[in-house]
């Protein structure tokens, strides 16, 4: 028959003398069978037995009930008359601490329920699984968790996360070797990074991204490291340098898609003066360039204005959407909003009185009723008790709409599609970041479209190809010769890029040649991320960092 000494797991020198259920306990009763037992202070073992008492300990459940182990311990005389000590209890470890009221493997359970869940969650958790504990015990235990002895780090990699968005940030550490979080800490100050740095001189890289918190935090606190900038970010930035460019040339990619549209048959001399004298002015005198914020609203106003012209030609709101790639709710909001950040034409106040009677009035106006005076009367006789002006005001935002879905569909074929006519700079950036051979068949010729309308957009298609080309396969000596290709293309927003690059060439060049990068960092920080909204919002730094620090 099984000893049941080994179905509760207990080391060796401990026997279960008897087990009694008592309500929703399962009470054991244990003796240590050890013949001797070492005094704590001189280490000097004892036989000779003073007498015993009972422990009463708590331990992990066993089949939904809660274990109590009714512990019989012995104390013994020391027998090193040079001992302060005349008497001790013997020591059960690693089985229980000393004067603790739980086994040490019920307080490891209770830690790895904490740094999974936390301490409301934990506790709601352990309730279910047998264990009753409280918050506070919880996140105690969690706090006593030793500190992480990590191996001497060569590859660091650094970034900063947020505590409170916007607010307060801290600043995370990752052994790109081990892929083990190190550390955090509570700031993303230089000093502190330093600071931290300075402690660890066996550094030989630094991976972060472009921000100059962490490069002079390197400086300061690893000079003997090398700093290696962030692909990824690179290509960020670029993403949006090359997005800044297609919002502003917009206008004169679209005017250069319609005229080839309709003037087929022209030779290609006339087409190429024709779109030189329709592309505005230079890049490098371009008010537009190099101003994001002008830049993405030039495109707004130029798409408001394809929104007007495309009304005026009679299509309706959700051909205008089909058409531009746009949501047909946001169509209707810029015709009676005007165009965001800009000055509205067709701005109207509509009194909340008169949102009941919308639908009866669209229906109404489907319908062939277009007398606002007529509508404006049925109004009143339904109970309306706003002025005509209201009635009219919205009758004016359906004014154009023809009322048989035959004569839509004739009107909008009368109206031939042009080319790019629904181009978006936030969608046709990723058509030159990406590979070409990723590119399926529509986007291919979409991009061409685009080329062969802006120059500009020509000359900015090349050069992203090549840095991309350069970054993918980490080319880092090709790096000067296409500085050099940027600031002869006097494509503003792109020299604003260069001068960035050279502002932190040197990590630049080595994110372009050493394999190392922050990819694994980003994803520690999501993880982060994940237990920081486990605690609510109710933990501070400290709990944090041991969550982090411990995470299973």
């Known amino acids: 028959m099984m000893d049941v000494s080994s179905l509760f797991s207990l080391p060796e020198g401990l026997h279960v003398e008897w087990v009694e259920p008592q309500g929703a306990d399962l009470s054991v009763g244990v003796v240590s069978t050890n013949p001797s037992s070492c005094c704590p202070l001189c280490a000097q073992a004892s036989s000779q037995v003073h007498s015993r008492?009972?422990?009463?300990?708590?331990?992990?459940?066993?089949?939904?009930?809660?274990?109590?182990?009714?512990?019989?311990?012995?104390?013994?005389?020391?027998?090193?008359?040079?001992?302060?000590?005349?008497?001790?209890?013997?020591?059960?470890?690693?089985?229980?601490?000393?004067?603790?009221?739980?086994?040490?493997?019920?307080?490891?359970?209770?830690?790895?329920?904490?740094?999974?869940?936390?301490?409301?969650?934990?506790?709601?958790?352990?309730?279910?699984?047998?264990f009753h504990t409280s918050p506070s015990t919880i996140l105690g235990r969690i706090m006593a968790l030793a500190p992480c002895s990590f191996p001497p780090v060569s590859c660091l990699g650094i970034d900063d996360w947020s505590f409170r968005r916007g607010r307060k940030f801290g600043t995370i550490l990752v052994d790109l070797t081990t892929h083990a979080i190190i550390d955090l800490l509570p700031d993303r100050c230089a000093e502190t990074s330093a600071a931290w740095m300075r402690e660890h001189s066996e550094i030989e890289i630094v991976s972060r991204d472009r921000g100059e918190d962490f490069a002079a935090a390197a400086r300061a606190g690893a000079p003997q490291a090398i700093q290696c900038a962030d692909r990824f970010h690179l290509a960020k930035n670029l993403t949006e340098i090359v997005e800044e460019v297609l919002a502003r040339c917009r206008a004169e990619i679209r005017q250069a898609s319609k005229s080839s549209d309709t003037a087929k048959g022209v030779q290609d001399g006339e087409n190429a003066e024709r779109l030189s004298a329709s592309s505005g002015e230079d890049p490098v005198t371009d008010p537009l360039a190099g101003s994001a914020h002008l830049a993405h609203h030039a495109e707004r106003s130029d798409r408001y204005q394809q929104l007007v012209e495309l009304r005026n030609e009679?299509?309706?709101?959700?051909?205008?959407?089909?058409?531009?790639?746009?949501?047909?709710?946001?169509?209707?909001?810029?015709?009676?909003?005007?165009?965001?950040?800009?000055?509205?034409?067709?701005?109207?106040?509509?009194?909340?009185?008169?949102?009941?009677?919308?639908?009866?009035?669209?229906?109404?106006?489907?319908?062939?009723?277009?007398?606002?005076?007529?509508?404006?009367?049925?109004?009143?006789?339904?109970?309306?008790?706003?002025?005509?002006?209201?009635?009219?005001?919205?009758?004016?935002?359906?004014?154009?709409?023809?009322?048989?879905?035959?004569?839509?569909?004739?009107?909008?074929?009368?109206?031939?599609?042009?080319?790019?006519?629904?181009?978006?700079?936030?969608?046709?950036?990723?058509?030159?970041?990406?590979?070409?051979?990723?590119?399926?068949?529509?986007?291919?010729?979409?991009?061409?479209?685009?080329?062969?309308?802006?120059?500009?957009?020509?000359?900015?298609?090349?050069?992203?190809?090549?840095?991309?080309?350069?970054?993918?396969?980490?080319?880092?000596?090709?790096?000067?010769?296409?500085?050099?290709?940027?600031?002869?293309?006097?494509?503003?927003?792109?020299?604003?890029?260069?001068?960035?690059?050279?502002?932190?060439?040197?990590?630049?060049?080595?994110?372009?040649?050493?394999?190392?990068?922050?990819?694994?960092?980003?994803?520690?920080?999501?993880?982060?991320?994940?237990?920081?909204?486990?605690?609510?919002?109710?933990?501070?730094?400290?709990?944090?960092?041991?969550?982090?620090?411990?995470?299973?």
């Open 314 to 552: 009679g299509l309706t709101n959700k051909e205008i959407a089909r058409r531009l790639g746009m949501a047909e709710r946001t169509v209707r909001h810029w015709f009676k909003r005007g165009i965001p950040y800009g000055k509205p034409e067709l701005r109207r106040k509509r009194s909340h009185g008169f949102d009941p009677y919308i639908p009866y009035v669209t229906e109404r106006w489907n319908q062939g009723e277009h007398n606002g005076l007529h509508i404006f009367r049925e109004l009143q006789a339904r109970g309306f008790k706003g002025g005509s002006s209201t009635v009219y005001r919205f009758l004016r935002s359906l004014r154009g709409y023809s009322a048989s879905p035959q004569g839509k569909a004739e009107r909008a074929q009368a109206i031939p599609e042009t080319p790019s006519q629904d181009f978006s700079a936030k969608d046709a950036v990723w058509l030159f970041m990406r590979r070409p051979v990723d590119l399926d068949e529509t986007e291919k010729h979409h991009l061409a479209l685009i080329c062969q309308a802006s120059p500009t957009a020509t000359r900015v298609y090349e050069l992203v190809q090549d840095f991309m080309e350069m970054l993918r396969h980490r080319k880092g000596e090709r790096l000067d010769n296409w500085l050099r290709s940027v600031r002869n293309s006097h494509i503003k927003e792109l020299q604003s890029f260069v001068r960035g690059i050279e502002r932190d060439k040197a990590a630049v060049l080595a994110g372009l040649t050493l394999p190392h990068s922050n990819g694994i960092v980003e994803g520690k920080v999501n993880k982060l991320k994940l237990i920081k909204r486990m605690g609510y919002g109710r933990a501070g730094f400290p709990l944090l960092r041991q969550r982090v620090l411990h995470a299973l």
């Open 53 to 130: 008492y009972w422990r009463r300990l708590r331990d992990v459940p066993c089949a939904g009930r809660q274990v109590v182990l009714h512990l019989s311990v012995r104390k013994f005389f020391c027998r090193n008359p040079d001992c302060a000590r005349k008497i001790f209890a013997e020591r059960l470890p690693p089985f229980v601490e000393p004067w603790a009221q739980a086994t040490s493997r019920l307080f490891e359970a209770v830690q790895a329920i904490g740094l999974v869940t936390g301490g409301e969650l934990g506790t709601r958790l352990a309730d279910r699984i047998g």
